[in-house]
């Protein structure tokens, strides 16, 4: 051994390992030997240098430190192999969230939507296809929300109106019996006496106009629909109206010459008119400015979708605009319920636009309204569009109680409703028989020889009603006139659908001259269609 990077302790150990092969030849140059120096394995292998002197060059290469190495190696690609899954597996889990979880998100909605959950939020960003549909989902989401929320408000006010209407209904005939009997006493009242008699009138006329505002919120008034022009209705109100809101608020007018007509009842018209300009004049304390227009507009499939009680077609608007002091969201959800109101106690019914709601509802129409605080309101009414050609409804007659002749039926089931009819119409000059129900008119008619040329009775009675009366009656005789009394529209138009074209509608409360007129307007068509019925016989 001439020259080593080993240690001199090593060199001897070597020089044994490295001189003889196991079988005693020389080992060969360029071949790869493992020896042992010391307690460490080595791989060696030498290359012979020629010349002179020949030199083996011997070259050694630790084994046990190769393979530790190695080993750490393979732990090393092990940790960055096992670090690469899971750091690939956590990239795949929030690509993959980045994606469903908006799907969940909207299952997630969509069972809240079957609980009936229509306030919770679904966050969305990016414009991609999920964005799109989560987009689509809360516009649904929010249309839906609108559509309950109108029906509940429907199905209370609905529920509130058939309460209001039924007391109406029933306080009618009080009322006609307090007004009617203060027309009686007011005949042969003296001055002394007369003052008093007029108060309890006035108290009646009042107690009437409230109930008939029930019975238009709760939609069972009877109407009497005719062709209107709006703009012509609404003119004839201008004077009035300039009154009733005074000086400091000044009114305006737009009145449009494109609308067509509309089938409404011209008093409820100018009942609803009448109300959102009182309701506007309370807004507006310190004066401001009130704006009254008319428009054509169509209402389209999309608007009918977010209000049920819309049908989509042509409307005529009718706009009522205030600067006043507006109302909040809060109010705005309860400004058609009976017996709501911002005035002090005192000063308002809570039945105003209560009154306007049901008006609007049962002519077929739709009322909106918009308003923000310390700006104004707006109420826009929409009322069913006729052509314009349609012609117009004759203006009608009024006048004293016109006396007359003949024989009146007179059925009710309130006594002293009945006894009062029956004494103002014995002062016009007819005979009258009178019944407490549909029974004991048929035994009256049958022991009364005598021509029946009118039958006036309330629809809804003990033990026979009014339509049942009038069919058992006509098929013992014939060329009687019928007037239905009720109250309630929806059985009001049932009956007259029964009855026929012949029979004519009496709203309670009503008065002795409109119960007369009635008789004046039902006779002549009896008579009528008698003289038709007998000389079709004739000619047989």
Not at 192 to 213: F, M, Y
Not at 440 to 469: C, F, K, S, Y
Not at 481 to 499: H, K, R
Request: net charge negative; aromatic share 6%; charged share 20%.
């Amino acid at each position: 051994m001439l020259l080593s990077s080993l240690s001199p302790q090593e060199w001897g150990d070597f020089e044994l390992s490295t001189a003889i092969s196991k079988n005693g030849q020389l080992a060969k140059a360029d071949s790869i030997q493992e020896v042992v120096i010391g307690e460490e394995r080595y791989l060696t292998h030498f290359v012979e240098l020629p010349g002179d002197h020949p030199v083996r060059l011997y070259s050694l290469q630790s084994y046990d430190q190769a393979t530790i190495f190695l080993g750490s190696l393979n732990r090393l690609l092990l940790i960055l192999g096992a670090v690469a899954v899971v750091a690939g597996g956590i990239v795949a889990f929030v690509l993959s969230r980045q994606i469903t979880r908006p799907l969940e998100r909207l299952a997630q909605g969509t069972r809240l939507l079957e609980k009936g959950d229509f306030e919770f939020q679904i966050p969305i960003s990016g414009q991609d296809e999920v964005a799109d549909l989560t987009r689509a989902f809360d516009e649904m989401r929010t249309s839906l929300r609108q559509s309950r929320e109108s029906m509940l408000r429907s199905a209370r006010l609905e529920a509130v109106g058939r309460l209001a209407g039924g007391v109406a209904h029933d306080f009618n005939n009080l009322v006609m019996i307090i007004k009617g009997y203060s027309d009686l006493l007011l005949d042969s009242a003296t001055p002394e006496a007369r003052p008093h008699i007029e108060e309890i009138k006035r108290a009646g006329d009042r107690a009437s106009g409230l109930t008939r505002q029930l019975l238009a919120f709760s939609r069972k008034q009877v109407l009497e629909p005719q062709v209107l022009d709006p703009n012509q209705t609404l003119s004839n109100m201008v004077k009035m109206l300039r009154v009733l809101i005074g000086e400091d608020v000044e009114l305006i007018t737009s009145f449009s010459g494109e609308i067509g007509r509309v089938l409404a009842d011209q008093g409820q018209v100018e009942q609803v008119l009448m109300n959102l300009a009182v309701n506007a004049r309370d807004a507006m304390p310190g004066g401001g400015k009130l704006i009254i227009e008319t428009q054509p507009c169509y209402l389209d499939e999309t608007y009918a979708a977010t209000h049920s009680e819309v049908t989509p077609g042509p409307f005529v608007l009718i706009a009522v605009t205030d600067s006043g002091c507006g109302m909040t969201k809060e109010i705005l959800t309860q400004i058609f319920e009976p017996f709501f109101t911002t005035k002090e106690p005192g000063k308002g019914t809570g039945l105003g636009l209560a009154t306007v709601y049901g008006i609007v509802k049962q002519s077929k129409g739709h009322i909106a309204v918009y308003s923000e605080p310390g700006v104004g309101t707006t109420f826009k009414v929409y009322l069913p569009s006729l052509e314009k050609s349609a012609p117009l409804a004759p203006p009608q007659k009024s006048g004293a109680a016109p006396a007359g002749t003949g024989t009146v039926l007179f059925v009710e089931d309130e006594a002293s409703l009945r006894v009062l009819a029956t004494e103002s119409l014995k002062r016009l000059g007819y005979e009258v028989l009178q019944a407490g129900n549909g029974l004991e008119a048929l035994a009256i008619a049958e022991q009364h020889a005598g021509v029946i040329d009118i039958v006036v009775t309330d629809i809804v009675m003990p033990r026979m009603g009014g339509a049942e009366l009038v069919e058992k009656l006509g098929a013992k005789r014939d060329g009687f006139a019928v007037i239905f009394m009720s109250g309630y529209t929806e059985v009001a138009a049932l009956e007259t659908a029964q009855i026929g074209s012949h029979a004519i509608l009496l709203n309670k409360p009503f008065t002795t001259e409109s119960l007369a007129h009635k008789i004046a307007e039902a006779l002549p068509r009896a008579e009528g269609a008698a003289s038709r019925t007998q000389a079709a016989s004739s000619s047989s």
